[in-house]
């Protein structure tokens, strides 16, 4: 299955209302920094176009509790058509009876460039409280004045999303780790986002470039507000459930307290999604 990374560059089910929130008090106090464990739907993205509900069922049914979204009308090529026509209400009451919440969407540079009151509109009637910029779209040739001119761009995007009392994010992917005369994207990204406007999301996968997300939750303390997480495995070279690779979660975890997360999201294909949970509910930190 095609990863997003690629294309960029029984008993839970029907668990609603008071009982989710019941059973999820329980629940939460096993589960990593006292958060409910979420997936990322873009790894599930076919299963989620041919049905919507059932999919979130079987995610649930698993022990996932949260959702992150990606908007159906910049990702409708991309297996989310189905959802396009689908209003803000309806997709939250879907999510809801599924036994999941959802507070964070992926959302794409243009369609926040040319649709933002209508994408805010939609965000906060679906019970968002996280808008994250997944990407900006540049070229794999792009320099670092592209990238500042792009960040200087998000800055005022994202002080109209924080108006509408919403969060703005950013997600990372490997573009991000390249540098300029010694100066890595991501830093450069870090002193230009505006730090009360722009809060990031840091994608665990880059562990397979070398870089610990524990060390830019240490080194940036306060400026995230998410992850997305997966696990590597250096010898094969491939994904592996999280806790069988190199990742050291509990060091992950415990930075994410200064980092500042609020929510995290497993994103990797169906099979290591269901197999990467029982690790993440039974993980003390």
């Known amino acids: 299955m095609q990863t997003r990374r690629q294309f960029l560059g029984g008993s839970a089910i029907g668990i609603a209302g008071a009982g989710y929130l019941s059973q999820g008090a329980r629940e939460l106090s096993a589960d990593p920094l006292g958060l409910p464990i979420g997936f990322q739907v873009f790894p599930v993205r076919e299963m989620l176009g041919k049905d919507f509900p059932g999919t979130l069922r079987q995610l649930a049914a698993v022990g996932y509790r949260s959702v992150e979204m990606c908007s159906p009308p910049s990702y409708k090529d991309y297996g989310f058509a189905p959802l396009v026509d689908m209003n803000a209400s309806e997709m939250r009451r879907i999510i809801q009876d599924a036994g999941v919440h959802c507070e964070s969407c992926h959302y794409q540079f243009g369609e926040l460039k040319q649709h933002l009151d209508e994408r805010i509109a939609f965000a906060k009637e679906l019970g968002l409280k996280q808008m994250i910029l997944s990407t900006f779209g540049l070229r794999r040739d792009a320099t670092m004045d592209d990238w500042k001119r792009a960040a200087d761009e998000w800055n005022k995007i994202g002080g109209e999303i924080q108006k509408a009392g919403l969060q703005a994010g950013y997600h990372n992917h490997d573009f991000e780790f390249k540098q300029f005369d010694g100066v890595l994207v ?18 665990v996968a880059v562990i397979s470039l070398g870089y610990d997300a524990a060390a830019f939750f240490t080194k940036y303390p306060g400026r995230f507000i998410s992850a997305h997480l997966a696990d590597w495995s250096p ?20 930075a994410a307290k200064t980092g500042g997360l609020k929510n995290y999201f497993v994103e990797m294909d169906l099979d290591l999604m269901n197999a990467s949970y029982p690790y993440l509910h039974d993980l003390k930190v």
Do not use: H, N, S
């Not at 830093?187 to 994608?203: A, N, Y």
């Not at 070279?237 to 509990?250: F, H, I, L, N």
């Open 186 to 203: 991501y830093d450069e990204l870090m002193r230009r986002f505006d730090p009360k406007v722009i809060k990031m999301q840091f994608q």
């Open 235 to 254: 010898a094969d070279k491939k994904q592996v459930p999280v806790g069988k690779g190199v990742v050291d979660w509990r060091k992950l975890f415990t």
